[in-house]
Nanobody
Framework: QVQLVEFGGGLVQAGGSLKLSCAASISTASINAIGWHRQAPGKQRELVATINSGGSTNYADSVKGRFTISRDNAVNTVSLQMNSLKPEDTAVYYC?????????????WGQGTQVTVSS
């Protein structure tokens, strides 16, 4: 079992910045991929950004150039720096970890943190 706890959500004006952090209960070096998804009211949950154990990153087109994901294996944390925020970035942001154990992959989710961007 992996516990994920998110920090850093809040209210910000359009054009502003926020930094989200996710603390994992296990070494992030042992997590195959970790990242962020978001879900806006009335919409499906969507991938925002991920980073794998090799350090490769993947971003949704809507956040490329504005968001940066990073991981610090020394403190088992993954962060999402969000700049130039837009009202359409408003959503609950969830930390997600994917862990392979033998042939089986397991998905773990945090409880979510609200990000609200006002226009």
């Amino acid at each position: 079992q992996v516990q994920l706890v998110e920090f850093g959500g809040g209210l910000v004006q359009a054009g502003g910045s926020l930094k989200l952090s996710c603390a994992a209960s296990i070494s992030t070096a042992s997590i195959n991929a970790i990242g962020w998804h978001r879900q806006a009211p009335g919409k499906q949950r969507e991938l925002v950004a991920t980073i794998n154990s090799g350090g490769s990153t993947n971003y949704a087109d809507s956040v490329k150039g504005r968001f940066t994901i990073s991981r610090d294996n020394a403190v088992n944390t993954v962060s999402l720096q969000m700049n130039s925020l837009k009202p359409e970035d408003t959503a609950v942001y969830y930390c997600n970890a994917y862990v392979l154990r033998g042939p089986t992959g397991f998905d773990y989710w945090g409880q979510g943190t609200q990000v609200t961007v006002s226009s």
